[in-house]
């Protein structure tokens, strides 16, 4: 993202986001409706116009996600590594969310 400093984000008005997953149930089960595994692949990056967009700036990531749903809400926790992370970028390896699953 834009930046005014090495630590500080400006942020920007244009951003590009883009996921694909793989979801699969988990294995050597029988009956697990309320869980599943996934596979996936995130890109985006944010820029400060349109006119600024370079393919070549998205951020990449993979990783390993498993959804449990509950009476509360959808617990999620995911894994990635970055694949194209630069230094002064935020990266996360573990994420963990609670909300609906679409």
Do not use: C, H, M
């Amino acid at each position: 993202p834009p930046r005014g400093s090495p630590k500080e984000s400006l942020g920007g008005n244009f951003r590009v986001i883009s996921n694909i997953e793989l979801l699969f149930p988990p294995p050597f089960t029988e009956e697990a409706s309320n869980l599943r595994f996934g596979l996936f692949f995130d890109a985006g990056n944010v820029f400060g116009d349109v006119g600024d967009f370079d393919v070549s700036e998205l951020r990449t990531a993979v990783g390993l996600a498993t959804s449990w749903i509950t009476p509360v809400g959808a617990l999620t926790f995911s894994l990635a590594q970055a694949l194209n992370d630069e230094p002064g970028d935020d990266t996360e390896t573990f994420q963990f969310n609670i909300g609906t699953i679409f």
